[in-house]
């Protein structure tokens, strides 16, 4: 996303229509009144050209000096900054990648999120009409979201800035972010060095796009929902301006074709949202960019859309002959950001962050409020080189495996972590009145609160990380054969608490050491620590399970079929 895309804009600026797989972000967005529990939600994918890219989340302070800019490391350029600049969490580079901070996702203390970017790419005509500004002297995704976040108050206030800043410094890139707050969501394209569109979402509709424009017919009248450039529609006359309805349109001008690489991630949104709004995939199709979702979407929807490899369709990455598709769900995911707006929680706070490090189909997604002070010691680890401490290489790790064999080892790593958001999601709901009363009390109280929440949710979640790697290695481990054609592997199942899960499934468990006699209806057996093998009354040999009965944590984790192996 990146550095290949630095090189396709520094070198080879004329062959925008090959540069597909520079391009590798997925935005999605749900409206307040589209979703189940009144939350707005802005969420992005942040992808890279490998796998391997690790990722920080910190807190940037609050500072009021004049005299500051903000400066992009990777190029050198630098934009003035006001005295006082807003506290925001963000999601940024090591600082040795090599190409400037990317903080990706920012929250902001007044409760305004600035998610970007979506990297895009416009016809060779338009860019001919309106050219970016040369690397070095133009505004990039490197700081864009950083930069606005710090100098809002409202999102509207937000669309303002970056519409300014574009007007004063020029654009280096192509790129879309959303700026939403408690009250609204807007979406603002960039097509240029200096033109761009900014459009208030409905708040009763979702969207879900690739790396493309998207804003369509607009009314070029109407200052409420949309901001445009001066110089918009004179540079759209140059190229030849389509219109629809009387209305110039923004993404048929501008873009002037679709490509699979994109339109198909943006039809598979309309398919899993709403699947009565389109057929089969079309890829000359310009589907719209906001629509009404079937029934109202779930952020676990949204992170769980982050996952999708077109399953159940003629394009299921799982077939060979689609290995060249590009899925929402790709693994080349550094990480996956989804932000809810509570319209009912204090500003300072209100918007909760779901941060997955790595990519989303084999990773889970970790909450933290806005109204942290600080982040957790795994979230801070520096440097593009593994390092076991880092939060990005502890949830990384797992993906890495499941994805060596998705066929035997991602159902059950699913599994395990759809468990574990569905719990997160319940602890936040009984969490959100002890937060307004936290913060009733003062915010120095309701952000020391909410800090001990995010450093105990990602805690937990490292620990299940953990967890999950034991058994994970151990089934991948035993699967490693060179029989032929797959000759005694086993599916990988997720793991479960030992004694827990028993009892709900009507055994009594009886502890003696090492050993645990499992008994029900009259029959006995007993496992043993660490091994697989099961044994009846009598001490004889019966079955063995998936993998063995296992500490992690202080808790006793099996196989969730461990059941199955407790039969003659």
């Known amino acids: 996303m990146r550095r290949l895309k630095l090189i396709v804009c520094v070198v080879a600026l004329t062959m925008v229509a090959t540069t597909a797989g520079a391009f590798a972000c997925t935005g999605m967005y749900v409206g307040k009144d589209a979703s189940t529990d009144g939350t707005t939600i802005v969420a992005r994918s942040e992808d890279q050209g490998s796998g391997a890219y690790n990722k920080m989340f910190k807190v940037q302070k609050r500072v009021t000096k004049?005299?500051?800019?903000?400066?992009?490391?990777?190029?050198?350029?630098k934009v003035k900054l006001p005295k006082t600049t807003y506290k925001y969490t963000y999601v940024p580079d090591s600082t040795d990648a090599g190409d400037g901070m990317y903080p990706a996702s920012c929250d902001n203390e007044y409760g305004v999120s600035v998610i970007g970017t979506v990297s895009t790419e416009v016809s060779k005509a338009y860019e001919a009409a309106d050219p970016c500004t040369e690397y070095e002297k133009g505004l990039r995704e490197a700081i864009l979201p950083g930069l606005v976040a710090g100098q809002c108050k409202t999102a509207k206030q937000g669309v303002e800035v970056l519409a300014k800043l574009v007007d004063t410094y020029g654009s280096a890139e192509w790129n879309t972010l959303f700026i939403a707050d408690q009250n609204e969501a807007w979406i603002f394209e960039i097509y240029g060095g200096t033109t761009y569109c900014a459009y208030r979402m409905p708040s009763d509709t979702v969207a879900v796009f690739g790396n493309q424009c998207m804003i369509g017919e607009v009314d070029e009248n109407n200052t409420t929902d949309y901001v445009f450039s001066k110089n918009l529609f004179s540079t759209i006359d140059k190229v030849g301006a389509v219109k629809t309805n009387g209305h110039y349109n923004l993404v048929q001008s501008i873009v002037g074709s679709r490509e699979e690489y994109s339109n198909m991630r943006t039809w598979e949104g309309h398919r899993v949202l709403a699947p009565s709004t389109v057929g089969a995939y079309e890829n000359d199709t310009y589907y719209p960019l906001c629509y009404k979702p079937d029934s109202k979407v779930s952020p676990l929807t949204i992170m769980n859309l982050y996952r999708d490899r077109y399953e159940g369709t003629d394009y299921d990455m799982s077939n060979t002959a689609n290995a060249s598709r590009r899925p929402i769900g790709t693994t080349r995911s550094s990480d996956v950001h989804v932000t809810q707006i509570y319209s009912s929680l204090p500003k300072d706070t209100c918007c909760l962050q779901w941060l997955c490090m790595g990519n989303a189909e084999h990773s889970v997604f970790v909450p933290t409020f806005s109204g942290i002070t600080s982040t957790a010691s795994a979230y801070t680890v520096d440097?593009?080189?593994?390092?076991?401490?880092?939060?990005?290489?502890?949830?990384?790790?797992?993906?890495?495996?499941?994805?060596?064999?998705?066929?035997?080892?991602?159902?059950?790593?699913?599994?395990?972590?759809?468990?574990?958001?569905?719990?997160?999601?319940?602890?936040?709901?009984?969490?959100?009145?002890?937060?307004?009363?936290?913060?009733?009390?003062?915010?120095?109280?309701?952000?020391?609160?909410?800090?001990?929440?995010?450093?105990?949710?990602?805690?937990?979640?490292?620990?299940?990380?953990?967890?999950?790697?034991?058994?994970?290695?151990?089934?991948?481990?035993?699967?490693?054969?060179?029989?032929?054609?797959?000759?005694?592997?086993?599916?990988?199942?997720?793991?479960?608490?030992?004694?827990?899960?028993?009892?709900?499934?009507?055994?009594?468990?009886?502890?003696?050491?090492?050993?645990?006699?499992?008994?029900?209806?009259?029959?006995?057996?007993?496992?043993?620590?660490?091994?697989?093998?099961?044994?009846?009354?009598?001490?004889?040999?019966?079955?063995?399970?998936?993998?063995?009965?296992?500490?992690?944590?202080?808790?006793?984790?099996?196989?969730?079929?461990?059941?199955?192996?407790?039969?003659?």
């Open 383 to 568: 440097g593009s080189a593994y390092k076991s401490d880092s939060a990005y290489w502890i949830f990384k790790k797992n993906c890495t495996i499941a994805e060596s064999d998705r066929a035997f080892l991602s159902a059950g790593t699913k599994a395990f972590w759809a468990t574990r958001e569905k719990e997160e999601y319940a602890k936040i709901q009984a969490q959100l009145p002890k937060v307004k009363a936290a913060y009733s009390s003062s915010k120095t109280k309701g952000r020391a609160y909410v800090t001990a929440i995010g450093k105990s949710a990602v805690k937990v979640q490292l620990n299940n990380s953990e967890t999950l790697h034991k058994a994970l290695v151990y089934t991948s481990t035993y699967n490693n054969n060179d029989r032929v054609n797959n000759a005694r592997k086993v599916t990988f199942v997720k793991p479960i608490t030992f004694l827990k899960n028993a009892k709900k499934a009507g055994y009594t468990v009886t502890v003696k050491g090492s050993k645990y006699i499992v008994a029900k209806d009259g029959v006995k057996y007993t496992l043993t620590k660490n091994s697989t093998s099961v044994y009846n009354a009598k001490g004889s040999y019966v079955n063995d399970m998936t993998y063995p009965i296992y500490e992690s944590n202080g808790t006793l984790w099996a196989p969730a079929d461990f059941a199955d192996a407790l039969s003659e």
């Open 66 to 77: 004049a005299g500051r800019y903000f400066t992009d490391t990777g190029t050198g350029f």
